[in-house]
């Protein structure tokens, strides 16, 4: 495994449009040379594992899902805390692209992880969308689930290097992210 020139750390509320930014961002700088890491994918992978669970079906935006979601970050939460580093290595395991973007970090063991294995190339980005616009993408509040370190956790504990405002105005998206993807090919 190559080490990176860049891990961008995403992070955002849910419906905040983290998945769209990761997504526009291997898009603009290509697939050879920007990943997207998911930290809840092996997290997933796992818990479907050990409950006899559908893997695929707890990846998409469903019911099923839902169903499942808060004895997930429940146990989640015990992995991390018996080894905070689990899920990190297993969504780095096998990338090669020199860029890599994790769409979901949403602890602060996970920012740490990353600070530690791999230094300066670090940079935290913060995806944030209005409750309102939040709202119109069907989101709605869960207790258990948006009140949680899942969902809380980077509230404050991190000064982000970037906050790029996802609200659906299409310009003012393009304009944030060419900014950084300009200051990604200059280490590149």
Known sequence: MAAPRAVLLLSGKRKSGKDFVAEELRSRLGPDVCTILRLSGPLKEQY???????FQRLL???AYKEEFRQDMIRWGEEKRRADPGFFCRAA???ALQPVWVVSDTRRLSDVEWFRAAYGDVVQTVRVVATEE???R????FVTGVDDAESECGLDQAV???WVITNDGDKVALDEQLEVLVQSLHSSL
Do not use: P
């Open 60 to 62: 998409d935006a469903s």
């Open 48 to 54: 479907a594992k050990e409950h006899g669970l559908d």
């Open 92 to 94: 780095v395991h096998g």
């Open 137 to 140: 993408r069907n989101w709605v």
């Open 159 to 161: 000064a982000f290097d």
């Open 133 to 135: 616009t939040r709202k």
